[in-house]
T-cell receptor, first 113, second 115 residues
Framework: GAGVSQSPRYKVTKRGQDVALRCDPI?????LYWYRQALGQGPEFLTY????????KSGLPNDRFSAERPEGSISTLTIQRTEQRDSAMYRC???????????FGPGTRLTVT | QQQVKQSPQSLIVQKGGIPIINCAYE??????FPWYQQFPGKGPALLIA?????SEKKEGRFTISFNKSAKQFSLHIMDSQPGDSATYFC??????????????FGKGTHLIIQP
């Protein structure tokens, strides 16, 4: 079946603009995770959902970052008033209810100019 | 706050050799330790994972060894091939909660297998 998909794949925005990054998990996966990966580093946890409930948002850097998953499927990560330091690869992963394995999508490369 | 220390940062091995990558973690509430393989321009791909109550897991040429008392686990690649050249990340669950929580990743090991 199809894997995790993310859109857009690339996003260039000007400092101060808001951006919304979308993640479509593997069909049937109840858990959805957002990570941020800097070049040459491992993914850094941001937040995750079980169904539509946000379970942990301790990794969100500040209150400009928010995420939602209103129907327990597609999720959106929103960054308000973007700053240059927000430039990174944003990755989404999902896992099924009975397993712990997380499967990553291709990521969205965000560049803030 | 979970911390994962991965070593070495980079590794060069001749084809057929056995690269070994090590990870150390702090406390976890749940024993689940995956390894991910990442090629340039791609997302991390789950390679192999070990769960509670076992000290070793093999899948093909990849083996995880787990030492719970030392809070360490390692990845061994048998009969390594140039196609194994990639960046490898270990990960660990948080120090509270369950296995479905967000993972903490190591900084990665850049592995090169020379022909």
């Amino acid at each position: 079946g199809a894997g995790v998909s993310q859109s857009p794949r690339y996003k260039v925005t000007k400092r101060g603009q808001d951006v919304a990054l979308r993640c479509d998990p593997i069909s049937g996966h109840v858990s959805l995770y957002w990570y941020r990966q800097a070049l040459g580093q491992g993914p850094e946890f941001l937040t995750y959902f079980n169904y539509e409930a946000q379970q942990d948002k301790s990794g969100l850097p500040n209150d400009r970052f928010s995420a939602e998953r209103p129907e327990g499927s597609i999720s959106t990560l929103t960054i308000q008033r973007t700053e240059q330091r927000d430039s990174a690869m944003y990755r989404c992963a999902s896992s099924s209810e009975q397993e712990y394995e997380q499967y990553f999508g291709p990521g969205t490369r965000l560049t803030v100019t | 706050q979970q911390q994962v220390k991965q070593s070495p940062q980079s590794l060069i091995v001749q084809k057929g050799g056995i690269p070994i990558i090590n990870c150390a973690y702090e406390n976890t509430a749940f024993d689940y330790f995956p390894w991910y393989q990442q090629f340039p321009g791609k997302g991390p791909a789950l390679l192999i994972a070990i769960r509670p109550d076992v000290s070793e897991k093999k899948e093909g040429r990849f083996t995880i060894s787990f030492n719970k008392s030392a809070k360490q686990f390692s990845l061994h690649i048998m009969d390594s091939q140039p196609g194994d050249s990639a960046t490898y990340f270990c990960a660990a669950p948080p120090d509270s909660g369950g296995g479905a929580d967000g993972l903490t990743f190591g900084k990665g090991t850049h592995l090169i297998i020379q022909p």
